[in-house]
């Protein structure tokens, strides 16, 4: 049973480039969340989807970020234009929602680095 | 709203010796409560987690932890510690509710560095 997806695993990208991140949720979950986690910040939640619909973005740090989920397997967080700041691991997760499990699962992360 | 506060950043502890990973809530209104674990260069995955009933809840590896309600706490325990359960620890609250707020808030983390 496939976990959460994401891909690149690790993005290395120059100031001013713009920077796509992938998930792929766990088959039948209808949340997903988008975290980051920086040494400086810990983990912050981006931004959450409940049926492919934004929920909260209060998270999101500035109009740079972009999230979009066009269908419920797939998702994607744009930085554009990257800074050095962007720098950390993104994290994304995917629950089950109303059906009796609240837990998140979480992805292996995108490990990125603005230089 | 609920919040968490782990006040521990970093706990270290022999092998072999017992530990236990603070967290205290706050909430207006009923929580779940969960522990997650996250091991050097990887995602969170779920310890253990307390929605109802029994107040000590048992999770993987040998972890438990406690509801207290009067004290709004659950702290993490684990009766001996081996050097591979050296990892970050987040203890997170959410609402009992569904649909919009379905959310997970979680604590600043505490580094469990277990030293042979």
């Known amino acids: 049973d496939a976990g959460v997806i994401q891909s690149p695993r690790h993005e290395v990208t120059e100031m001013g480039q713009e920077v796509t991140l992938r998930c792929k949720p766990i088959?039948?979950?209808?949340?997903l969340f988008w975290y980051r986690q920086t040494m400086m910040r810990g983990l912050e939640l981006l931004i959450y989807f409940n049926n492919n619909v934004p929920i909260d973005d209060s998270g999101m740090p500035e109009d740079r970020f972009s999230a979009k989920m066009p269908n419920a397997s797939f998702s994607t967080l744009k930085i554009q234009p990257s800074e050095p700041r962007d720098s950390a691991v993104y994290f994304c997760a995917s629950s089950p929602l109303g059906q009796g499990s609240y837990e998140q699962y979480f992805g292996p992360g995108t490990r990125l680095t603005v230089t | 709203a609920q919040s968490v506060t782990q006040l521990d950043s970093q706990v270290p502890v022999f092998e072999e010796a017992p530990v236990e990973l603070r967290c205290n809530y706050s909430s207006s209104v009923s929580v779940y409560l969960f522990w997650y674990v996250q091991y050097p260069n990887q995602g969170l995955q779920l310890l253990l987690k307390?929605?109802?009933?029994?107040?000590l809840v048992k999770g993987i590896n040998g972890f438990e932890a406690e509801f207290n309600k009067s004290q709004t706490s659950f702290h993490l325990r684990k009766p001996s510690v081996h050097i591979s359960d050296t990892a970050e620890y987040f203890c997170?609250?959410?609402?009992?509710?569904?649909?919009?707020?379905?959310?997970?808030?979680f604590g600043t983390g505490t580094l469990l560095a277990v030293q042979p």
């Open positions: 997170a609250v959410r609402t009992p509710y569904g649909g919009a707020t379905n959310k997970l808030i």
């Open positions: 088959s039948g979950h209808n949340s």
């Open positions: 307390y929605l109802s009933g029994s107040t």
